[in-house]
């Protein structure tokens, strides 16, 4: 295999997917957008007057929080905020309690403090619950802590450099949230369901091929035509469901969402989601395999194994369009029974109706 | 489900998987080392003389780079370096090239610049080759620009400012590549080599329990025990397969390991794994299915169902082993044309065997 060249990868790359890469590109200006707002402060002579070098800081905030989905935006800067308030406060308060030290005992103190400190943050960053949705939090927390009590050693004011750190925080997550939120806002709520919709739709076609390619399997120059790479495609989704669950989460609750929306539903439907596509990966392979039955006994059972295809891909694709349409009521008290009644269905497929067919030759 | 409490979590997280746990205390105390060994730039007066308040950079550079895995650390030191060469230099070209265009149109040319690489490299993100490695590279250098950029305007030497930025990233670079990878190193190739050998065990284990189950299922008062979490488990590891990947590549060779370690060939096996996996856990749902053979069928055909779950389950232990003891040259010849060949026998056990046994009922 080749490997594509960059430049023909970053223009050809553009018409393949027009409306995933419109959003990525509307996405790049508003990163341009941002960036270029959040540098005034350095181009305007009353802003900078006013913020002075610290304005630094808030370009970086801009550059390091400003992500693809709102959630994601809102939650690093909400993150980053906390990590600089607790960070900046607890080195105050410990430049305070050590002030009487003198030189080299202050040397110390700090020297251990860094020490102390840096170690047990990173050793909470491997707790899965604070990995899973602080982690970014708790880098900020002790980088602000290490740099305002390094900085407090060379006399440095620390109030005044951890108030300032922390406005020009609040500057750059300000133009990010208002950027983020209020210029075509990408909610990872509505890719969330979009994903999930899709989902279903294309394990609903797996399905369908599969039981046209078992009716069809053995017949000579007949290839049943599966497309196995949208089963795996779902099968590893796990991290993207996750991911965007996560940002989700932090979203505040926009057109048919409210806050309390039912994410841990959510994430049982795409558990069970992969768990169907990897019966439907297992079938797929049953088509592979060499031992198959006679065409007189695919025919005998032809017409109830279309029946339940065909069923199947419409319940399939019934779900996608209720998830699509965002009617959240119905998660509970259809779909996921559903959904289990699909798996037995297909369990049932994969092992008995085969069994049954050979009985009856 | 109760949630644990914060500090339940936190304290009862230790013993449970005491190795595991050792390591990550391990890097816990190199992190706290580390930014102790870069806060000498502020706590020594020699050495601050040197440097000034640009230390600051150095101590950024190793609260941020430094990674669990020395690759990690290796790849995102590299990145962060070449992305601050390269944003700097760019930024001093452009500050040298607009010199003489008089305060307001340099102001706007800064914007200018500004705005459209802000949106190029954040649309560069996108391109799949690029988000998957290179992209805190590209972070970086959008930052380095923009800082360097936005300074020029207020009058201060680019040049020196770049200068300086490049050798603070340079000194915490180096304090991180000399801890990690000097004291106690974590090998992302170890951990990779590790986990693909526990899998195959895992999938081993699931497989001989398949069997078992089956030839007990139905009996009165018989459950078969099943651990369907660690099918799982493997079936979801995709995402830290390719970040192990990701960072073995940049790690050097070390031990057994040479730089020229086939990695495509080991993303092939760990999809291969998935793939059994999935399989395993269809078998697993077929268990639970309410048609089962009877007790008579299963005795005519315990022997040989006995035989190939024994195989299986040697053949993927001894795999593992191979794996563990990092004999690479046979991963090609040897383990995915077997990986292949068994995926076909437990196709054959879950569909052509049952049918078999029900035939001869």
Request: overall charge positive; charged content about 20%; some cysteine.
């Amino acid at each position: 295999k080749k490997k594509p060249h960059f430049f023909s990868t970053l223009f050809f790359h553009i018409p393949k997917n027009c409306e995933h890469d419109m959003k990525n590109l509307i996405h790049s200006f508003k990163v341009g957008f941002a960036l270029l707002l959040v540098s005034l402060v350095y181009i305007l002579d009353p802003l900078f007057e006013q913020v002075g070098k610290n304005a630094l800081w808030a370009i970086m905030t801009v550059e390091v929080i400003f992500e693809f989905f709102a959630g994601a935006t809102l939650s690093k800067g909400l993150l980053r905020g906390i990590g600089t308030l607790l960070g900046g406060g607890l080195a105050c308060l410990a430049s305070n309690l050590a002030r009487d030290l003198g030189k080299i005992g202050y040397s110390i103190f700090v020297g251990g403090l860094i020490f102390i400190f840096g170690a047990m943050a990173t050793y909470c960053r491997f707790i899965p619950s604070i990995h899973r949705r602080y982690d970014y939090g708790v880098t900020i927390f002790i980088l602000s802590f290490n740099l305002v009590t390094a900085s407090s050693l060379r006399g440095q004011q620390v109030m005044e450099l951890a108030y300032q750190r922390l406005s020009a925080v609040a500057m750059g997550f300000s133009v990010c949230i208002f950027i983020s939120l209020l210029i075509y806002p990408m909610w990872a709520t509505d890719e969330l369901h979009r994903f999930t919709s899709f989902k279903f739709k294309e394990l609903a076609t797996c399905i369908e091929e599969c039981v046209d390619g078992y009716l069809v399997v053995g017949e000579k120059e007949s290839h049943p035509i599966i497309h196995v790479s949208s089963c795996k495609s779902v099968l590893d989704s796990k991290s993207t469901d996750e991911s965007l669950v996560n940002f989700a989460r932090w979203e505040p609750s926009h057109g048919r969402f409210w806050c309390c929306n039912p994410w841990e539903k959510h994430q049982q439907i795409t558990d069970l989601l992969r768990e169907l596509a990897s019966n439907v990966l297992s079938l797929q392979g049953c088509l592979k395999s060499t031992f198959q039955p006679s065409t007189m006994m695919r025919e005998a059972i032809k017409e109830p194994c279309k029946t339940v295809g065909l069923t199947i891909g419409l319940i399939m694709r019934e779900l996608g369009e209720i998830i699509m349409k965002k009617k959240m009521g119905n998660v509970e008290t259809v779909m996921v029974p559903e959904l289990q009644s699909i798996k037995l269905k297909l369990i049932g497929l994969s092992t008995s109706n085969l069994g049954a067919i050979e009985s009856v030759e």
